[in-house]
């Protein structure tokens, strides 16, 4: 069940992100499930760093947000790939 939960929790923050960052005509569910999942390993690990919201097994504010930042962060990483700068 938590992997499930995952997806959809990791579908809806890269979807967000997406939008924030102005890619989302560009991808679509797929890839925001993967941006979204990829995200909040990144936003845990950031959060892990400074203290805020790095729990595994529990559902939190801040372990969203923290989630959302890993993903805009991963989104910035592939804009600045893409066309050599950050949108």
Known sequence: MGWIIAIIVGGIIGWIASMIMGRDASMGIFWNIVVGVIGSFIGRFIGS???VGATLT????PGLLMSLVGAVVLLG???L????RVR
Do not use: H, K, P, T
């Not at 529990?58 to 504010?61: A, G, H, Q």
């Not at 790939?81 to 050599?84: E, S």
């Open 49 to 51: 760093l400074i203290g």
């Open 81 to 84: 790939i893409q066309r050599g």
């Open 77 to 79: 990483i592939v804009n």
């Open 58 to 61: 529990e559902f939190s504010i």
